[in-house]
């Protein structure tokens, strides 16, 4: 017998019929035209990019001011501590015990108020007793100045008895000054910053019992470098503030500037005084100090914000026919907000104060009447 031409089929498997191949080839086909419809068409792509270039230049908004007349101040700026012109402590002139206090901290208090008292009612019984003393010296020298006057008592017994008299005075004013010294009193007028006895303390002679602080004035000491020492005298014009009290400036005078400076820092040392009448301001508080050394009277003045710098060179915008410009100014006194223009401005000058921080040489502006936000 002859080979068998078609191999045989393993169990299980069929050959696919002619029909499902050609509905097979036809899926795959659509398949593949609906891939190719969904890609983009480059070229509607391109077409639909933002064109480059030609696009008309935008002005720069900005707001502007004139240049006007004003005062401004040259000062020296420095900072201090504000401490008390005028403080005390405050010591009992007796050993004793305390009987009672009149005053608590915080309280204020003039000068000679009592501010606690000792027991005395020994040194009030030595006091009587000396006065029974001083009366009966004084009515034996009576008589005896009587006496000697009439020839009846010789010199030696009226000199006795006019010894006696001012001995028995002394034994009389001392022992009222110590009964007077059991009231312990306020030296100054002022703010009683501590208390440190309470009623039955034993009180001794060394010990701090209250501290009293006059509030006005105030002073605070500032140093300044060598350079400054000749642009400070006495009775100028400082301005201070502080913290605690925001926008607010508080007037006061150069007292005194030292002699001399330091060797080893090079400063000299100047003495504020802090008029305080209202005794917003206290001891401690940090200020912050401008002696005021010159002032100009109808200065040409800017914004602070108008100026600006590149180099060493200072300048401003300012806008002519649409144009900013870049002009170079100089400049003298500086405050916190405004510039003393010495060259370079006219009154009449539009002068750049907001967004010239965009702004290049002959850029294009619109001038606005408001900051932008």
Known sequence: MGKNPFPPRRAGVSRPSAGIAILLLLLFLFAGGCGRGGQENPSASASSSPGGGGETEQAVPVRVVSPFRGEIAESIRTSGTLEADREA????????????????????????????????????????????RLEKARADYDRADQLYKEGLASQQAYQDASVQLRLAQADYDLARKRLEDTSIVSPLAGLVTARKIKPGDLVTTNQALFHI?????LRVEVYVPERDYYRIRQGQTVLLTV?????TTFRSTVERLNPVIDTASGMAKVTVVVENADRRLRPGMFARVQIVTEVRKEALL???EAILLRGDQNFVFVVRDGVAREVPVEIGFQEA?????????ASEDEVVVQGQLR???????????????
């Open 89 to 132: 402590d405050v010591y009992a002139k007796l050993v004793g015990l305390c009987q009672k206090v009149f005053v608590e901290e915080g309280d204020q208090v003039k000068a000679g108020d009592v501010l606690a008292k000792l027991e005395d009612e020994e040194l009030r019984l030595t006091c009587e007793q000396a006065r029974a």
């Open 302 to 304: 800017v914004p602070k």
């Open 213 to 217: 602080v006059d509030l006005d004035p």
């Open 337 to 345: 907000d405004r510039v003393e223009v010495l060259k370079g401005l």
């Open 243 to 247: 913290d605690t009290f925001p926008g």
């Open 359 to 373: 702004l290049q040489n002959e850029t294009r502006v619109r001038i606005v009447s408001e900051p932008r936000g």
